[in-house]
């Protein structure tokens, strides 16, 4: 039997809290959206990994704000970047189209102006250039590192050496 | 912990293009993201509306054929240059005595000086270029040396408008064909824009409200009860030709046959929502006052800035400001001969002055706001050779 009775759905999440949500707001998740349509007996407490609950708090907030019409008052400011970037993950996790539009802008907004090496470490990638078209590509967009406030390049100073 | 690259790709399209160029060093997958057609729609569509962050910077077109003809770039405050255009192209365009007319979402729309028939769109960044194709019947009837010529872009098209004078008239006034990028096509506007009496400032248009709007010149060449004694602002509706005269505010008015002054209309606040509209600028005896128009149908003005030169700290000692114009609807930009400098009009930035640059560009410096990003130049678009 479908749970349709019942308005709220309860989702735990990583840390072992349980939230108990409206209905609508699980309907933002796609994938609990998906998890709920998929069981055909009616389901107690849907696990969210890589949620946690200081995560949940957050989508809650975020919630509540664009019910009300409110969504441009949502801001992620108290957050550092490794804060937002798990915040991100978890929300992609999730698969929330609104917010995470929210999220990617606001990570952009925080990688613009770092380095080079700065992003590789942000995003866990390695450097899988041959020094030749490292040294290719950084010659043809030498122009986008010109700029007072761009933060200068650790490896720039390594590679002179 | 790692990031997807499907990911990277989403944050990588909210990016200027500047930065997007800067992060292709990271690794062999992100640099191939802004080949993608993908890519690009994307991030063009996620910065359309964004406040432009650059600024061209280039001499009228008066003294563009007698001094080197320079058109330089740079950052407005704030975005200090995470935004910006490759400097190749700039001297490309430099060096063909090209002047750029005007910007909007990362395309810029330019004509060569001395062959006024090459009128382009292109996209440093991409660095692409499309020709506009002018039609024999407009080529034979107008004289496209004169011709007054606007950019608008919408989300997913481009319309550039030439007002062309039609000088048998004792009162000129000037037929409107546009070109629509998307299509290819030429459309000419049945109406006539009737300016009135005055000549038109056509270096400052503002779209707004379905309309073309220009501030008129000031001078003292009627006398009462000419309905253009005074300065004026007429529009021209895009949708039905019809032209409309709007006051301006009596305080900007009243001294306007007297000499040193100076006018200008702009978009104020932001168009995408309800805070849009219309603001005048007047500099006049060295002080700044700056009205919008609170209520459009009834053309009513409020005064909303004023401030002498003297009081903003500027460096220099001989304080002539020569040109000026307002960018993303809430920055005052003007010149000095020597500098430009930048002022707030907003509430977050209210009179703070900061300096964006010295300038090359002689007596009457021309400013267009730039925005970069990986917008196409439609079709016929071509790779620019440089």
Same mark, same amino acid.
């Given at each position: 039997?479908?749970?349709?009775?019942?308005?709220?759905?309860?989702?735990?999440?990583?840390?072992?809290?349980?939230?108990?949500?409206?209905?609508?707001?699980?309907?933002?998740?796609?994938?609990?959206?998906?998890?709920?349509?998929?069981?055909?007996?009616?389901?107690?407490?849907?696990?969210?990994?890589?949620?946690?609950?200081?995560?949940?708090?957050?989508?809650?907030?975020?919630?509540?704000?664009?019910?009300?019409?409110?969504?441009?008052?949502?801001?992620?400011?108290?957050?550092?970047?490794?804060?937002?970037?798990?915040?991100?993950?978890?929300?992609?996790?999730?698969?929330?189209?609104?917010?995470?539009?929210?999220?990617?802008?606001?990570?952009?907004?925080?990688?613009?102006?770092?380095?080079?090496?700065?992003?590789?470490?942000?995003?866990?990638?390695?450097?899988?250039?041959?020094?030749?078209?490292?040294?290719?590509?950084?010659?043809?967009?030498?122009?986008?590192?010109?700029?007072?406030?761009?933060?200068?390049?650790?490896?720039?100073?390594?590679?002179?050496? | 912990?790692?990031?997807?690259?499907?990911?990277?790709?989403?944050?990588?399209?909210?990016?200027?293009?500047?930065?997007?160029?800067?992060?292709?060093?990271?690794?062999?997958?992100?640099?191939?993201?802004?080949?993608?057609?993908?890519?690009?729609?994307?991030?063009?569509?996620?910065?359309?509306?964004?406040?432009?962050?650059?600024?061209?910077?280039?001499?009228?077109?008066?003294?563009?054929?007698?001094?080197?003809?320079?058109?330089? +770039?740079?950052? =407005?405050? @704030?975005?200090?240059? *995470?935004?910006? #255009?490759?400097? &190749?192209? +700039?001297?490309? =365009?430099? @060096?063909?005595?090209? *002047?750029?007319? #005007?910007?909007? &979402?990362? +395309?810029?729309?330019?004509?060569?000086?001395?062959?006024?028939?090459?009128?382009?769109?292109?996209?440093?960044?991409?660095?692409?270029?499309?020709?506009?194709?002018?039609?024999?019947?407009?080529?034979?009837?107008?004289?496209?040396?004169?011709?007054?010529?606007?950019?608008?872009?919408?989300?997913?098209?481009?319309?550039?408008?030439?007002?062309?004078?039609?000088?048998?008239?004792?009162?000129?006034?000037?037929?409107?064909?546009?070109?629509?990028?998307?299509?290819?096509?030429?459309?000419?506007?049945?109406?006539?824009?009737?300016?009135?009496?005055?000549?038109?400032?056509?270096?400052?248009?503002?779209?707004?409200?379905?309309?073309?709007?220009?501030?008129?010149?000031?001078?003292?060449?009627?006398?009462?009860?000419?309905?253009?004694?005074?300065?004026?602002?007429?529009?021209?509706?895009?949708?039905?030709?019809?032209?409309?005269?709007?006051?301006?505010?009596?305080?900007?008015?009243?001294?306007?046959?007297?000499?040193?002054?100076?006018?200008?209309?702009?978009?104020?606040?932001?168009?995408?929502?309800?805070?849009?509209?219309?603001?005048?600028?007047?500099?006049?005896?060295?002080?700044?006052?700056?009205?919008?128009?609170?209520?459009?149908?009834?053309?009513?003005?409020?005064?909303?800035?004023?401030?002498?030169?003297?009081?903003?700290?500027?460096?220099?000692?001989?304080?002539?400001?020569?040109?000026?114009?307002?960018?993303?609807?809430?920055?005052?930009?003007?010149?000095?001969?020597?500098?430009?400098?930048?002022?707030?009009?907003?509430?977050?930035?209210?009179?703070?002055?900061?300096?964006?640059?010295?300038?090359?560009?002689?007596?009457?410096?021309?400013?267009?706001?730039?925005?970069?990003?990986?917008?196409?130049?439609?079709?016929?678009?071509?790779?620019?050779?440089?």
């Amino acid at each position: 039997m479908a749970s349709s009775s019942s308005n709220l759905i309860s989702l735990k999440t990583s840390d072992g809290t349980v939230f108990k949500v409206e209905r609508a707001l699980a309907k933002t998740m796609k994938t609990v959206q998906a998890i709920i349509e998929e069981a055909d007996a009616n389901i107690y407490m849907i696990p969210i990994h890589n949620v946690f609950s200081h995560h949940m708090d957050m989508i809650i907030d975020y919630y509540k704000l664009s019910v009300a019409g409110k969504s441009k008052e949502f801001s992620v400011e108290k957050l550092d970047n490794d804060e937002l970037k798990d915040f991100l993950l978890a929300v992609h996790y999730l698969n929330m189209e609104d917010l995470f539009e929210v999220l990617t802008q606001a990570v952009a907004d925080r990688l613009e102006k770092k380095s080079v090496g700065y992003v590789r470490k942000y995003f866990g990638i390695e450097n899988d250039f041959t020094p030749e078209e490292y040294a290719a590509i950084r010659k043809k967009n030498d122009w986008a590192f010109k700029g007072d406030d761009i933060e200068p390049e650790e490896d720039e100073e390594k590679q002179e050496e | 912990m790692e990031v997807p690259q499907d990911i990277g790709f989403e944050i990588f399209s909210w990016l200027p293009a500047k930065s997007i160029c800067k992060f292709k060093s990271t690794c062999n997958t992100f640099s191939k993201f802004s080949e993608e057609t993908l890519f690009r729609k994307k991030q063009t569509q996620n910065l359309f509306g964004r406040d432009d962050t650059c600024l061209f910077i280039q001499s009228d077109e008066v003294s563009q054929r007698y001094i080197p003809k320079r058109i330089e +770039l740079y950052s =407005l405050p @704030k975005h200090q240059e *995470s935004s910006g #255009a490759p400097n &190749n192209v +700039l001297s490309f =365009l430099s @060096k063909n005595t090209t *002047s750029v007319i #005007a910007s909007s &979402n990362g +395309l810029v729309l330019c004509h060569n000086i001395n062959d006024p028939l090459k009128v382009f769109i292109c996209n440093p960044i991409t660095k692409s270029w499309s020709f506009i194709p002018i039609p024999e019947s407009l080529q034979i009837n107008n004289n496209f040396a004169n011709a007054k010529l606007m950019l608008h872009c919408s989300l997913d098209d481009y319309k550039v408008y030439f007002l062309f004078e039609n000088t048998m008239e004792w009162n000129p006034t000037y037929t409107c064909s546009v070109y629509h990028g998307k299509e290819g096509v030429w459309k000419t506007m049945e109406r006539c824009f009737l300016p009135g009496g005055r000549d038109m400032k056509f270096d400052m248009p503002v779209f707004y409200n379905g309309a073309l709007h220009f501030i008129s010149n000031s001078g003292e060449y009627y006398e009462r009860p000419s309905p253009f004694y005074k300065p004026y602002i007429m529009s021209y509706n895009l949708e039905n030709g019809i032209s409309t005269m709007f006051r301006l505010p009596r305080e900007a008015i009243r001294d306007c046959h007297r000499p040193c002054n100076n006018m200008g209309i702009f978009n104020w606040g932001k168009a995408s929502n309800s805070n849009g509209s219309i603001c005048l600028v007047k500099i006049r005896k060295s002080t700044f006052t700056v009205w919008y128009l609170r209520d459009y149908e009834s053309c009513s003005w409020e005064k909303v800035f004023k401030m002498r030169v003297r009081a903003m700290g500027l460096k220099e000692k001989d304080l002539d400001v020569t040109s000026f114009t307002v960018v993303n609807g809430n920055l005052l930009v003007f010149a000095t001969n020597e500098r430009v400098y930048s002022c707030g009009l907003d509430d977050k930035r209210f009179m703070v002055i900061e300096e964006i640059c010295q300038h090359n560009c002689g007596f009457n410096p021309h400013f267009i706001s730039y925005l970069d990003t990986y917008r196409s130049c439609g079709i016929n678009a071509k790779t620019m050779p440089c």
